[in-house]
């Protein structure tokens, strides 16, 4: 499948293949979607992106992947892509380890929250290609130093791929105008977002970490079985980009 484009179809049936599907969730309780189902339109450009980023490398050796909160994600990269070498980094308990042990080269147990302090240090490798999606919003550490202290580890002419809601899609302005919170309260399980960034935030972020922005996307690619009335309102509103539900961003070291 690597000669086009994914969709989120071919997404959902390398799900299935993958037997993925028995460890899926709700979104939430108002959802219609499941985990995966609401999010096989992110991961089919994540996908394809990845795809791009191989393409464009011309190395010898084999290229080496680094997936920052490792998950269905992983075993998609590793059905896909079986000639990556593949570390992820994250904290995970054993039950989300189980199926994802065979997929992996090595996996880095830490916090990316950690990187406040100068004096931890994941152990990571150099990577060609760093995949940085979902997280950033998860995090209570300024991303620009988690950024920073990932750098080193990108190898010269490597990416990072960063995928993240865009914190002012139509969705969010709504729940205000209608005197609901857009954001997740806290939660001692920390499953919600601390933050989430607008592209302009996201560009000096970068910056400000070291990094250039190689490229960047504003999509509707979250939710896949969307009430009638979302889908048309989306439909609408594509002319205005910055009203789509998530940023994505292609990011290389600056010379």
């Not at 992106?49 to 075993?75: C, H, K, M, Y």
């Not at 302009?200 to 972020?205: G, K, P, S, V």
Request: proline residues 4%.
């Amino acid at each position: 499948m690597k000669d086009r484009a994914l969709s989120y179809r071919d997404v959902l049936s390398m799900a299935e293949a993958l037997g993925l599907r028995q460890f899926d969730f709700r979104l939430s309780a108002k959802s219609r979607d499941t985990y995966i189902e609401g999010h096989s339109k992110r991961y089919a450009h994540l996908l394809n992106t990845i795809s791009q980023q191989v393409a464009a490398r011309n190395v010898p050796e084999p290229l080496a992947l680094l997936d920052i909160g490792l998950g269905f994600q992983t075993t998609l990269i590793r059905s896909l892509f079986p000639e990556l070498v593949i570390d992820t980094l994250g904290f995970s308990d054993s039950a989300a380890m189980g199926f994802l042990a065979e997929s992996v080269h090595k996996h880095h147990e830490f916090d990316l929250n950690d990187y406040q302090f100068d004096g931890r240090d994941a152990g990571l490798g150099v990577y060609d290609i760093v995949v940085f999606c979902e997280v950033i919003e998860h995090l209570y550490t300024m991303p620009e130093k988690v950024l920073a202290r990932l750098r080193p580890h990108v190898k010269p002419g490597g990416v990072v791929i960063v995928q993240t809601p865009n914190a002012v899609q139509w969705r969010h302005r709504v729940r205000m105008l209608m005197g609901r919170n857009p954001y997740d309260r806290i939660t001692q399980y920390r499953m919600g977002h601390y933050r989430e960034y607008t592209v302009a935030e996201l560009r000096e972020i970068a910056a400000t970490a070291g990094f250039t922005v190689r490229s960047l996307e504003l999509r509707n690619y979250f939710g896949l079985r969307k009430r009638f009335e979302t889908t048309v309102i989306d439909h609408l509103l594509t002319p205005i980009p910055t009203l789509r539900s998530g940023i994505a961003l292609v990011l290389e070291v600056s010379a």
